[in-house]
């Protein structure tokens, strides 16, 4: 025999049974909300703390870049006085005569095996 939908007692209980669903979906809801709202800080902190981190990155990269030139003219300029000394050297062990330029010398006085 079935039960009669009309009777009191399941009316209580069906009753109870949408307050404790009703209740559940509340909490569930209260949770996803305040896991939005931490995902929501988080990602604003690690935005915040990716601009600092970039900040100090940049100012590094910065500091860097001037040691890195003010180094390259270091040695530029210990370059040319070396040149500068072996040039002199060479002007002293050659007696004083510069050797001149292979472009200066006129076609018909070049010397060697390949002139035209």
């Known amino acids: 025999m079935a039960e009669p939908l009309a009777d009191f007692s399941k009316i209580l209980e ?4 949408k307050k404790l669903y009703d209740d559940l979906q509340e909490r569930q809801g ?3 909300r305040e896991r939005d709202e931490e995902i929501a800080r988080l990602r604003a902190e690690l935005a915040q703390r990716s ?7 940049i100012e590094h990269l910065r500091v860097e870049n001037e ?3 003010k180094q390259l003219q270091l040695l530029r300029q210990e370059h040319e006085a070396k040149v500068e000394r072996l040039n002199a050297r060479l002007r002293e062990l050659s007696g004083g005569a510069a050797p001149a330029p292979v472009a200066s010398t006129p076609e018909g006085e070049r010397k060697g095996f390949f002139r035209r």
Not at 14 to 17: D, G, K, V
Not at 51 to 57: K, L, N, P, Q, V
């Open 30 to 32: 209260e949770g996803v």
């Open 67 to 69: 040691r890195l030139g």
């Open 14 to 17: 069906l009753q109870e049974i």
């Open 51 to 57: 601009e600092s981190t970039f900040s100090a990155e």
